[in-house]
């Protein structure tokens, strides 16, 4: 592994770029790899005035997006400019945090006409798009609803790049952060283990260690090392097995539900930092801490439908290390099936008075969630990645699995197609990350190299 980040793609020279149609975005397999997997092709079918580039990253110690745009800012302004076009937009937003005065200096020069650099506080969950999109419009997307609903279409950074670059993808930029060697930003092959991920940022400087996917906030935690990478991998995220992070995101439902049960001081720190009801929306994770022992009906809706999940009332807001997010999404099943959804004037929702100065700094996040003897950096480094085999998810997006389309012992190439959506269903098409030989396993496609 060289010192030095480099990109591993060349930029656009310049000029005018014509943008592929959703047909094309379907046919490369473009998904939201921010995290949330929602087919490109379906969320570019339709037709807005604003497109906003979300580079907000809030995930602490997580550096990808930032590396992305200060070396790969060429494919990323191409396919921003080529998703305006498909939907229509006569404007680009790119909402980036102002600390980042280096990028957001390089991104205003190079920007093409219509599009402007939004700098953000520096606070978490800025990343959230309903967040974002109140930051750079001012306008609240209604409980439930989408960007569109606001005239605007939220992208991430490496899903535009994947749009830019016009070929399947392949491969995944994520970071690998805390207790590793080199904390570092690389690009992998899609299918290719953890592990060997984070061998390549130098290993685990502790013994015994629990992972976090995606990020310490709203992460998943890894069963084992083998997990393969998939299209919304976008940090890998080492603390020791012993950590509190790693405790809680571990801990079962039913030591959940009785500490909660028996703990909870009805204090309202929960609600009163959440950034859905911030925004005005009808969510009181308090509330849902009462439908541990008694509330139900409204009680439940009211608490929990709109939560988006961002686990800051867990990880920061309470003072007793209860956990109301997870209590939120044990209860939008019952919410669902009651029906229990807003019925109000979409117009009357407000963001609350003090919105503004309960913004939670990532300094004080970090400092609460005891990561501050982590290295927070993250350059994007190449690496020659050669693995021997990769496990292709069918299902590394929202939707269905995709259905395969190759058999056993096939032979692939670096970009073939390996599986398409089920006709009628939501889903998205997977490509081949290596050369080899190929194992069509139930939830997998395995390539032998």
Known sequence: MTNQAKSPHTAPTGGHFKGPSADRLEELGIVGAGGGGFPAAVKFRTSVSLVIANAAECEPLLHKDKELLHHVAGPFLRGLTMAMEMVGAREGAIG???????????????????????????????????ILVH????????????????????ANVETLINIGLDVPVTHKYLTVAGAVQNPVTLR???GITIGEVIEAAG??????????????????????????????????????????????????????QRIGRSACDQCRFCTEFCPRFLLGHPIQPHRAMQSLG????????????????????????????????????????????????????????????????????????????????????????EYAFAPRSVKVLLKQHAGVPAAPVVKC?????????????????????????????????????????
């Open 96 to 130: 980036i945090k102002e600390k980042y005065v280096d990028i957001i200096a390089a991104l205003e020069s190079l920007a093409p006409a219509g599009v402007r650099v939004v700098p953000l506080p520096d606070v978490y969950p800025a990343g959230d798009e309903f």
């Open 294 to 381: 008694f509330a139900t009906g409204a009680d439940v809706a009211v608490a929990t439908l709109y939560c988006c999940e961002c686990n800051l009332c867990t990880m920061y807001a309470c003072p007793e290390d209860l956990d109301p997010k997870t209590v939120c999404v044990q209860n939008k099943p019952l919410a669902r099936e009651r029906g229990l959804t807003f019925k109000g004037d979409p117009a009357s929702i407000t963001p609350h008075p003090m919105a503004e100065f309960r913004r939670v700094p990532m300094r004080r996040l970090i400092a609460r969630l005891g990561l501050g003897e982590f290295n927070n950096v993250g350059p994007l480094t």
């Open 135 to 154: 930051l750079i419009t001012g306008r609240v997307i209604p409980p439930g609803g989408l960007p569109k609903d606001v005239d605007a279409v939220v």
């Open 188 to 190: 992998v092959p899609v």
């Open 409 to 449: 012992g096939d032979r692939v190439r670096t970009g073939d197609l390996l599986a398409i959506p089920p006709e009628g269903k939501l889903s998205a098409r997977v490509h081949a990350s290596i050369d080899g030989v190929v194992k069509v396993t139930g939830d997998a496609v395995i390539i032998e190299a």
């Open 203 to 256: 290993g685990a400087t502790v013994d015994d260690i629990g992972v976090l996917l995606g990020g310490v906030m709203m992460a998943k935690p890894a069963a084992n090392l083998d997990v393969p990478v998939s299209k919304t991998t976008g940090g890998i995220v080492v603390l020791p097995a012993s950590h509190s992070l790693i405790q809680r995101h571990n801990a079962p439902w039913i030591q959940v």
